[in-house]
């Protein structure tokens, strides 16, 4: 059987893996060892031509359809990875036939569930992490996307401005839909409590959760979370005739969410007293989206929240009127402010944290100096220390961490050798 080999465009280094060796068996020399999750498949992480690729092993069927699950689902916006290729027809050279290999690209700053454990999380950072992935259930319900195996394990997380953004990952059990019914979106809640709590009961056998964390009652905020965030932008509100007020202030919170609301439907009752707003079409991503068109930064949905806060307390300090040209302010933010504070993180140092985390740091680090001098602190006083005293002491984050770790091993991706070492301590904080 010829080897068939499925990829976007670009990714023709692809062809040169060793793909005639069974993944668990491919030399050190094409690998990258990255901290991964638990998977029931074989997955390595290569790098071509600068890139990062994640290969699992399994049949074809599934490899093609979890290919286009994920490709509809990036093409919907939903936060997950980018399918890059598919392999079949791999055979060994003693004629064994081979399993197939769906590749998608890794995603940088990114990090399994366990590597964030990998010290004592604090209480508040797990339930941070499991209202990331509460959030990213609601995004693929929200499409009509049923999940079918939710877990930490399947999801990875990045930081977003001291919370976390979660990315899906694993999509071969997934199944999208026009609609998704409630049935559906109860069983990936009941699914994602016995998942978690599973996930949580091994951290908690490892020695690596904080002992006031009950892994089964913590597993329960994943669906209470969810529920809340659910019933905001899908319950119909009634408000008075002419209230104007009222419809603004709808529309506002699901915005101070991170949801736009595309289209409302509305239905008059009690003798047109009354006026039912229900979201028709709500879209994900309200900061991210006029960060995006402002100054061209494409960052996380918190981070974009933080950095048009300061953008606005710069138009402020400017004395400009907010009517003005929000274009032009936002350009002179950029070159003024954005660039010039992450431009003072030296070269070694940009795989630290991607420079929106890195800005909103330098944020927050300007306000405990502040606090801690007990007088205003200017911005590019606090980068620079942030950068000296708290940047240098942080673990890259970036896909080419992998070449300062060791050999992969079958249960967690990272092995270290006698030389090399990675400090993941602050990877929870």
Known sequence: MPLRVTAAAGQHDLLFLPWDVALEEWPESSLVALPRGISRHTVRFVRMSGVVYAVKETVE???????????????????????????????????????????????????????????????????????????????????????????????????????????????????????????????????????VGGELLDVEASGRLHPSIDPIATSAQVRASYEQLWHEITTPVSIGRGDRHGLEARVRRLNDLGFDVAELSVETTDGD???????????????????????????????????????????????????????????????????????????????????????HE???????????????VELDDAARDYVATVLTTKPDERAVLGRRLGRPSDTTGIRFDDTQELDLSELGD
């Open 61 to 195: 069927p599934i490899a093609r359809r979890e290919y286009d699950l994920l490709f509809e689902l990036g093409r919907r916006d939903v936060p997950c990875v980018e399918p890059v290729g598919i392999v079949a027809g791999r055979t060994a050279p003693d004629g064994e036939e081979l399993p197939a290999a769906i590749i998608t690209r890794h995603l940088q700053f990114s990090l399994p569930y366990r590597a964030l454990f990998s010290s004592t999380l604090r209480p508040d950072t797990t339930k941070r992490l499991l209202d990331a992935l509460a959030v990213l259930m609601v995004r693929l319900h929200l499409v009509g996307f049923m999940w079918g195996d939710c877990s930490l394990s399947n999801t990875l997380f990045r930081r977003d401005a001291g919370a976390f953004a979660a990315y899906l990952v694993d999509a071969e059990t997934g199944e999208l839909h026009e609609r998704i019914s409630d049935g559906q979106r109860q069983y990936d809640l009941a699914t994602a409590e016995v998942n």
């Open 273 to 359: 007293t009354q006026i039912t707003v229900t979201p028709k079409v709500v879209d994900v991503g309200h900061h991210s989206r006029r960060l995006l068109r402002l100054t061209g930064l494409d960052v996380e949905e918190n981070q974009a929240r933080r950095l048009l806060n300061d953008l606005d307390a710069f138009r402020a300090w400017l004395g400009v009127e907010e009517s003005a040209d929000e274009e032009l302010v936002a350009h002179r933010w950029v070159a003024e402010v954005f660039e010039p504070i992450t431009g003072t993180v030296p070269p070694d140092l940009r795989g630290k944290l991607e420079p929106a985390e890195m800005f």
């Open 362 to 376: 330098v944020l927050e680090h300007r306000w405990f100096m502040g606090e801690r001098l007990a007088r205003d």
